[in-house]
């Protein structure tokens, strides 16, 4: 699994309706970005939101495309159950294979769940005592097993391997949800030493959590997300409204906390819009509301 804390490489989606757009742009306190990158939030099994984008966008135009996780388990009745999770990993693929190293994969909480169910399986389906944890964490339910099977099928743990905690662009660490302060290594000389150890944390605690362990707080949910274990939640946890504070030294992007409009605290931004935006880094962090965006 990779441990998500190299910088990223400078490598490099067609159209909707232009009524059914409108852009805003917002200024990153003037940071010049080296890389043009699309940012796509939480898609929650809205395949179609996804195809939005794509369509939308050239992706020729980026050097980098990034999915900030929460692939499964849609927000809508629509969006939720087998058929659903089954079409979004399948447009992952395409996508993955249409753009290769460009892609970048990040975990979100609700994803985890899932490779752990794959995890079992891949030791005969003996134990997916922990995906049932998780799934009663999360407050989801009665489909998710039907749901796991039919992301199984789609994703093999060689795919899951892919996925990161984070990534840093530029003067950015884009995550799902966000570091906190007391999950940062304050021993570390520089933010490249400290991403470094954070990645290597996250790789031994899923380690711990796929052998059936418990693993740290870089992976749980605080106590306003419904953890027991840890006052803060971890990079997949997160809450931006009750726990996210900009005093790293570096900006963040997450997902994970739905918002109806752009959000700001200090340099970090989330971007979030419930399946109805997506965002982009250039001189600007640009942000297209695409209207309707359930399918």
């Given at each position: 699994m990779h441990a998500g804390a190299d910088e990223l490489s400078r490598e490099g989606p067609s159209p909707m309706p232009a009524a059914a757009l409108f852009k805003s742009s917002i200024p990153l306190n003037s940071i010049m970005l080296?890389?043009?990158?699309?940012?796509?939030?939480?898609?929650?099994?809205?395949?179609?939101?996804?195809?939005?984008?794509?369509e939308r966008e050239p992706?020729?135009?980026?050097?980098?495309?990034?999915?900030l996780g929460d692939y499964f388990d849609g927000r809508e009745p629509t969006h939720r159950g087998p058929d659903a999770a089954r079409k979004t990993a399948r447009l992952i693929n395409q996508l993955e294979?249409?753009?290769?190293?460009?892609?970048?994969?990040?975990?979100?909480?609700?994803?985890?769940?899932?490779?752990?169910?794959?995890?079992?399986?891949?030791?005969?389906?003996?134990?997916?005592?922990?995906?049932?944890?998780?799934?009663?964490?999360?407050?989801?339910?009665?489909?998710?097993?039907?749901?796991a099977e039919a992301i199984c099928e789609e994703w093999p743990l060689s795919f899951w391997g892919k996925l990161r905690p984070f990534v840093r662009i530029n003067r950015f660490v884009v995550s799902h949800a966000g570091i906190h302060l007391s999950l940062y290594p304050s021993k570390a000389r520089s933010v490249a030493q400290a991403l470094e150890i954070l990645g290597k944390q996250w790789s031994e605690d899923f380690i711990k959590l796929r052998s059936g362990g418990i693993p740290g707080p870089l992976m749980d949910a605080g106590?306003?997300?419904?953890?027991?274990?840890?006052?803060?939640?971890?990079?997949?946890w997160l809450d931006w409204e009750q726990e996210f504070?900009?005093?790293?030294?570096?900006?963040?992007?997450?997902?994970?906390?739905?918002?109806?409009?752009?959000?700001?605290?200090?340099?970090?931004?989330?971007?979030?819009?419930?399946?109805?935006?997506?965002?982009?880094?250039?001189?600007?962090?640009?942000?297209?509301?695409?209207?309707?965006?359930?399918?």
């Open positions: 080296r890389l043009r990158t699309l940012l796509i939030p939480d898609i929650h099994q809205n395949y179609g939101f996804l195809e939005s984008i794509l992706l020729d135009s980026f050097e980098r495309i990034v999915l294979v249409k753009v290769g190293s460009r892609l970048t994969l990040l975990w979100g909480n609700h994803d985890v769940p899932y490779y752990l169910y794959q995890c079992a399986n891949g030791r005969g389906g003996a134990d997916h005592s922990e995906f049932r944890r998780l799934r009663r964490q999360m407050g989801l339910a009665p489909e998710s097993q039907a749901t106590t306003v997300r419904g953890g027991e274990r840890f006052e803060v939640g971890g990079v997949t504070e900009d005093d790293l030294p570096f900006g963040q992007i997450v997902g994970h906390s739905w918002c109806v409009s752009q959000r700001e605290i200090g340099r970090s931004h989330c971007i979030d819009f419930g399946q109805c935006a997506y965002a982009m880094i250039d001189t600007n962090l640009v942000v297209r509301h695409i209207l309707g965006g359930s399918s």
